[in-house]
C-alpha cells in the first residue's frame, strides 16, 4: 500500500494543544428523552468499563454519556474488576471506552500493548458470541493500539492511528449525502454526525458500517500528537470509524471516537466537545439508537 504525507504540520500540532486542553465533564449537560424505553431506573443494566485505566469512566468524562441512558430508562454500573464471565452475567450490555494498558498510563507513545489479558479477550468474545452485547469505543493512538486484540478477536482491525479530516475543517462531519453516514436501523433519525478526531478500522465481512472515512488521512506517530515529517500516513479510503455486527447470538459495535459520546468543557475557555456541542446534537440520537440496537 502506497505511504504519504500530505497533513501540514501546523495544522496537526493545532490540534494537539485543543486535545491536550484540561478535558473535564459537562456536568450541566441534560438531554430530555419525550418517550424513554423504560420506566426510570427499570431499563436493563448498562456496565461501562473502569477497569483498564479508561480515558472515559462513568465518575468523569463519561458522566454525561450515563446521564443520557439513564434518562432512557437504563440502569448504569460501573466496573472496575477483572473483566470475568461472571462480571459480564450481571450486565445486558457492557461498554468500553479508551482503554489503556498501564505501561501507557501518561505515555502515550509506542509500543502501546493491549489493555485486556488473553483470558478477558476469551471472556469478552465468547460473552458475546453467546448472546452478549458490546459497545466497543477505542479512540486515537494510543487507545486504538490497547484495544485491537479484542476487537481483531471479532474481526475488526484497528489502524493504531489518528483519522485527520483532509478538509481541514474545525469539525469533523458525517453526511448521509455522501455515504459517509450510513443510512441503516442505527442511524434512522440522524442526519449529521460530528466526531472530533479518532481512530479508523477495517470491518469484517457481514458488519454494516455506521461511519465511513472519506476524504481522510491516517497518520502514525510514534508519540500521541507528535507528527513529523517522515509521520507514515495511509489514505482513508476503505477504513471506517463506526460499524456494528450481529456475532453469534450477540452483537457488537465498534466505535472509532470517544468523545463523540462526551459532554466535556475544554481548554482555557471550556469550549464545548461532544453532545454539548451544537453541531452534535444529533450524536445523542445515534447513541440511543445504538444502544437500543444492543438491547434486543
Given at each position: 500500500?502506497?505511504?504519504?504525507?500530505?497533513?501540514?504540520?501546523?495544522?496537526?500540532?493545532?490540534?494537539?494543544?485543543?486535545?491536550?486542553?484540561?478535558?473535564?465533564?459537562?456536568?450541566?449537560?441534560?438531554?430530555?428523552?419525550?418517550?424513554?424505553?423504560?420506566?426510570?431506573?427499570?431499563?436493563?443494566?448498562?456496565?461501562?468499563?473502569?477497569?483498564?485505566?479508561?480515558?472515559?469512566?462513568?465518575?468523569?468524562?463519561?458522566?454525561?454519556?450515563?446521564?443520557?441512558?439513564?434518562?432512557?430508562?437504563?440502569?448504569?454500573?460501573?466496573?472496575?474488576?477483572?473483566i470475568t464471565p461472571e462480571v459480564l452475567?450481571?450486565?445486558?450490555?457492557?461498554?468500553?471506552?479508551?482503554?489503556?494498558?498501564?505501561?501507557?498510563?501518561?505515555?502515550?507513545?509506542?509500543?502501546?500493548?493491549?489493555?485486556?489479558?488473553?483470558?478477558?479477550?476469551?471472556?469478552?468474545?465468547?460473552?458475546?458470541?453467546?448472546?452478549?452485547?458490546?459497545?466497543?469505543?477505542?479512540?486515537?493512538?494510543?487507545?486504538?493500539?490497547?484495544?485491537?486484540?479484542?476487537?481483531?478477536?471479532?474481526?475488526?482491525?484497528?489502524?493504531?492511528?489518528?483519522?485527520?479530516?483532509?478538509?481541514?475543517?474545525?469539525?469533523?462531519?458525517?453526511?448521509?449525502?455522501?455515504?459517509?453516514?450510513?443510512?441503516?436501523?442505527?442511524?434512522?433519525?440522524?442526519?449529521?454526525?460530528?466526531?472530533?478526531?479518532?481512530?479508523?478500522?477495517?470491518?469484517?465481512?457481514?458488519?454494516?458500517?455506521?461511519?465511513?472515512?472519506?476524504?481522510?488521512?491516517?497518520?502514525?506517530?510514534?508519540?500521541?500528537?507528535?507528527?513529523?515529517?517522515?509521520?507514515?500516513?495511509?489514505?482513508?479510503?476503505?477504513?471506517?470509524?463506526?460499524?456494528?455486527?450481529?456475532?453469534?447470538?450477540?452483537?457488537?459495535?465498534?466505535?472509532?471516537?470517544?468523545?463523540?459520546?462526551?459532554?466535556?468543557?475544554?481548554?482555557?475557555?471550556?469550549?464545548?466537545?461532544?453532545?454539548?456541542?451544537?453541531?452534535?446534537?444529533?450524536?445523542?440520537?445515534?447513541?440511543?439508537?445504538?444502544?437500543?440496537?444492543?438491547?434486543?
Open positions: 500500500m502506497k505511504i504519504k504525507n500530505t497533513l501540514p504540520l501546523i495544522v496537526l500540532l493545532a490540534l494537539g494543544r485543543v486535545v491536550f486542553g484540561q478535558q473535564a465533564p459537562d456536568t450541566a449537560y441534560n438531554f430530555a428523552i419525550a418517550q424513554p424505553r423504560y420506566p426510570l431506573g427499570k431499563g436493563s443494566a448498562v456496565t461501562v468499563d473502569a477497569a483498564h485505566n479508561n480515558f472515559h469512566t462513568l465518575d468523569n468524562r463519561y458522566a454525561p454519556f450515563g446521564k443520557v441512558l439513564a434518562n432512557d430508562g437504563y440502569r448504569l454500573v460501573s466496573n472496575n474488576k477483572t452475567r450481571e450486565c445486558r450490555i457492557y461498554v468500553i471506552s479508551n482503554p489503556l494498558d498501564s505501561s501507557n498510563t501518561g505515555s502515550w507513545q509506542l509500543p502501546t500493548p493491549s489493555a485486556f489479558s488473553a483470558a478477558e479477550i476469551t471472556a469478552i468474545h465468547d460473552w458475546v458470541k453467546n448472546g452478549g452485547s458490546l459497545l466497543l469505543i477505542a479512540d486515537h493512538m494510543p487507545f486504538a493500539g490497547a484495544a485491537q486484540a479484542l476487537a481483531q478477536s471479532f474481526g475488526f482491525k484497528f489502524l493504531n492511528c489518528f483519522a485527520m479530516d483532509n478538509r481541514r475543517r474545525s469539525l469533523e462531519r458525517f453526511y448521509r449525502d455522501n455515504q459517509s453516514l450510513a443510512d441503516s436501523e442505527i442511524t434512522r433519525g440522524v442526519d449529521t454526525v460530528v466526531t472530533f478526531t479518532g481512530s479508523a478500522f477495517k470491518i469484517p465481512k457481514g458488519a454494516q458500517p455506521i461511519l465511513a472515512l472519506k476524504n481522510y488521512t491516517l497518520s502514525l506517530p510514534v508519540v500521541a500528537w507528535q507528527f513529523e515529517e517522515n509521520t507514515p500516513t495511509l489514505p482513508g479510503e476503505g477504513f471506517h470509524q463506526g460499524a456494528y455486527l450481529v456475532y453469534g447470538k450477540g452483537r457488537i459495535v465498534v466505535m472509532g471516537e470517544a468523545a463523540m459520546f462526551s459532554a466535556q468543557l475544554a481548554g482555557p475557555n471550556r469550549n464545548p466537545v461532544g453532545l454539548n456541542r451544537p453541531e452534535a446534537k444529533a450524536n445523542n440520537q445515534l447513541l440511543i439508537n445504538i444502544i437500543h440496537w444492543l438491547d434486543q
